[in-house]
């Protein structure tokens, strides 16, 4: 496999249920992103990790909680969402956090809905 | 003032016109900008970057860069079909580290 690659594709959950995104980057990346993508909004940066250490967190409330366990893969782990919560969550890689020359390699990206 | 804004569109072209879109930005100490294409249900995808003035040409597209007026452009020459896709334009700044700030996008259509 190459590029980035997120599961899953969709994903619908109640407020009470807790999940997981996944991504793997198979670029040699050392640096890794969660973004946020709501309807006609700009992309909202969540998280970044660089050589597996978190060096951002945008004010992201604690029902996200980010995961990086080495530099090929990152998770999402989501608990009691809100409806408002429901977006496009996208995973991105790039070289690292300090030379952004070649920009970023997105994901397919998860379509999470909260009923 | 939003750091960097565009056009939401959408904007409308016939096939093979030249297709014209516009960010502009607010920190002047933005180092290097991107444009991503997005086709509706997929993730954006890196097509075009620009770090100094001028234009940059690969194939039908040219990226323009002016840091004096704060604007970047994507000119799309002999628009297709398949150019249809809303155009994120990115910005980096340096503060500290680097900061990745993107526009909401332009909604292109290219009429055959």
């Known amino acids: 496999e190459t590029g980035v690659t997120q599961t899953p594709r969709h994903l619908v959950m109640g407020m009470t249920n807790k999940k997981s995104l996944k991504c793997e980057q198979h670029l040699g990346h050392n640096a890794m992103y969660w973004y946020k993508q709501s309807a006609k909004k700009p992309l909202e940066l969540m998280f970044v990790?660089?050589?597996?250490?978190?060096?951002e967190n945008n004010s992201v409330p604690s029902r996200f909680s980010p995961e990086c366990p080495n530099s090929s893969h990152l998770f999402l782990h989501l608990h009691t969402l809100q409806p408002e919560d429901s977006a496009l969550y996208l995973c991105?890689?790039?070289?690292?956090?300090?030379?952004?020359?070649?920009?970023?390699?997105f994901g397919s990206g998860t379509r999470l809905t909260v009923v | 003032q939003k750091e960097v804004e565009q056009n939401s569109g959408p904007l409308s072209v016939p096939e093979g016109a030249i297709a014209s879109l516009n960010c502009t930005y607010s920190?002047?100490?933005?180092?290097?900008f991107f444009w991503y294409r997005q086709y509706s249900g997929k993730s954006p995808e890196l097509i075009m970057s620009i770090y100094s003035n001028g234009d940059k040409e690969d194939g039908r597209f040219t990226a323009q860069l002016n840091k004096a007026s704060q604007y970047v452009s994507l000119l799309i020459r002999d628009s297709q079909p398949s150019d249809s896709a809303t155009y994120l334009c990115a910005v980096n700044i340096r503060t500290g580290g680097f900061k990745t700030i993107f526009g909401a996008g332009t909604r292109l259509f290219v009429k055959a």
């Open positions: 920190d002047r100490v933005s180092q290097s």
């Open positions: 990790y660089n050589f597996k250490e978190q060096t």
């Open positions: 991105a890689s790039s070289q690292d956090r300090e030379s952004p020359v070649y920009g970023y390699t």
